[in-house]
């Protein structure tokens, strides 16, 4: 059941670029924690946006191998890759963990390897 919700969330969201559906997915009370940074709500929505409005492309691989599913929640493994015009992709390679209340995501925990380790993103 979450593994579909969440790939759901990522296709209608992240690659879709509609920072206008989070609330269909992500619980008013969100705490995602990106590489120990921890951002609620507001801060991952409005930052969403903001990359939605440059011109870029995303895809996301999911590890197949890797899902574990819980009655709250979710696991498993990622690649984001992003492509910015003029540059070569770069895909991310992310560990996640999704807890889910009313059937949003509430709690996010994501590890993150950046493929490019000089981007300040991951620092």
Do not use: C
């Not at 011109?55 to 890759?81: K, Y």
């Not at 950046?114 to 620092?123: H, L, N, Y």
């Amino acid at each position: 059941m979450y593994i579909e919700k969440l790939r759901e969330m990522f296709e209608n969201v992240s690659i879709a670029r509609d920072a206008a559906r989070f609330g269909e997915y992500f619980h008013p009370d969100l705490q995602l924690s990106f590489n120990g940074q921890v951002q609620d709500f507001e801060v991952v929505r409005s930052g969403h946006e903001a990359v939605y409005e440059r011109t870029i492309e995303t895809t996301v691989e999911f590890d197949e191998e890797a899902w574990v599913e819980s009655p709250d929640g979710v696991a498993g493994r990622f690649w984001l890759t992003t492509t910015r015009v003029g540059e070569a992709p770069r895909a991310n390679e992310t560990l996640f963990v999704v807890k889910y209340r009313d059937g949003l995501i509430v709690r996010m925990w994501e590890l993150v390897w950046a493929a490019d380790p000089a981007d300040a993103r991951f620092e």
